[in-house]
């Protein structure tokens, strides 16, 4: 099928450009980019007033619902809500890749990848898998990671004390010495200590990944005078990565603003969206992008972080470029206030708000989103 998209403006947020033009996509592929009128096609969207960027990702859901509580239909949580690529944060271990490979990422249209728990158990059990040793089978893991290469984008640990139990410390720097030997960057979740986030921090490098960067809880990133701590600071310049995981409890609309404020923006966007959470204190990503709009980032850097930034972890291509599989998304600010009551004496608003309205699935076939 031939589907050919009008009058949109085409981001180039690499570039923080901006071009008029048509796109023609001729069965998932680009096959022409420019003024189009002659050009016959069977279906033709009109995309005036509208921005066309390239996909969404949401680089930290959990959508394993056939073996987690938490688990939520990819598809779901993915396409369906014009988000392309999900990568999974953690559900799985090595025990039941296999089977999350062959349920979630064969099955669905949604482009799933994974960031694989160092627990072989994942968060399958009782929540606490980095409590036992028992739990890690680091050859099992390393086989499973050179059989699923394609998909696994590093390695997840929750560094929170109710998770390492007395293991503590040493059971996140038997994971992050683990993610150096196969050259995969980590992703930590970082909230309640023990461990400290000044603990965790000096043993990370460029590339890896700090989740819940806003939760607002004591120990986190800023200090008792509410500014960004200097270490915090420090491995933002070297290249460690902070993304948002709004999550349940892990988005707090003051120290988001305060940081951001101070230039500490994070370099990816997500959901943290799971079955406990989804629909009532967060619904989707597009939801989450408008809270950071809020908190001070601008909408180009929001975007970015939704859809290129994501491509350093993923691997993805989303050029929007005649040859390559099509990989976008149409998207509008529409002027709807949005309004999110935290407390009785906390309230945050915003006069737009973020829409997708088609996305790309992971054939390259365009939909309409809900």
């Not at 002659?38 to 007033?49: A, F, N, R």
């Not at 409590?131 to 696994?152: G, P, Q, V």
């Not at 989707?284 to 994501?310: H, Q, R």
């Amino acid at each position: 099928m031939k589907i050919k998209l009008i009058n949109g403006t085409i981001l180039n947020l690499a570039e923080n450009s901006r071009k008029a033009a048509d796109i023609v996509i001729d069965n998932g592929i680009i096959i022409f980019v420019g003024d189009a009128k002659d050009i016959l096609c069977d279906e033709t969207i009109d995309c005036k007033g509208k921005l066309i960027v390239p996909s969404f990702t949401d680089i930290h859901v959990h959508a394993f619902p056939e073996k987690t509580a938490l688990g939520l239909s990819a598809d779901k949580i993915g396409i369906r809500q014009g988000v392309s690529t999900v990568i999974d944060a953690g559900s799985t271990g090595c025990d039941d890749y296999p089977e999350f490979y062959k349920e979630v990422i064969e099955k669905s249209s949604t482009n799933v990848k994974a960031f694989i728990n160092y627990s072989k158990i994942g968060l399958t059990k009782d929540g606490k898998e980095l409590s036992d040793t028992a739990y890690f089978n680091e050859e099992k893991l390393f086989n499973t990671i050179r059989e699923f290469k394609e998909t696994i984008v590093g390695i997840k640990l929750r560094a929170s004390g109710s998770v390492v139990g007395s293991l503590g410390m040493e059971a996140v720097k038997r994971g992050i010495d683990f993610a150096r030997k196969v050259n995969l960057p980590v992703m930590i979740h970082v909230g309640n200590a023990p461990p400290a986030l000044e603990e965790i921090l000096p043993l990370l490098q460029r590339g890896d990944i700090i989740t819940h960067i806003f939760h607002g809880k004591k120990g986190g990133i800023l200090d008792d005078y509410g500014k960004v701590k200097k270490l915090v600071e420090n491995k933002y310049q070297e290249g460690v990565l902070y993304d948002v995981g709004h999550g349940a409890a892990s988005f707090d609309f003051k120290t988001a603003e305060k940081a951001i404020k101070e230039g500490l923006a994070p370099f990816t966007i997500s959901s943290d969206i799971h079955a406990r959470n989804f629909g009532t204190k967060v619904k989707s990503l597009a939801e989450v992008m408008t809270k950071c709009l809020i908190c001070g980032m601008e909408k180009e850097a929001v975007l970015k972080a939704v859809t290129i930034n994501p491509c350093f972890i993923t691997g993805n291509n989303t050029d929007i470029s005649e040859g390559n599989k099509a990989s976008l998304a149409v998207v509008e600010l529409i002027n709807k206030e949005t309004v999110y009551e935290e407390s009785s004496e906390e309230v945050f608003s915003s006069p737009i708000s973020f829409n997708i309205l088609y996305a790309t699935d992971k054939f390259g076939s365009l939909l309409q989103i809900d």
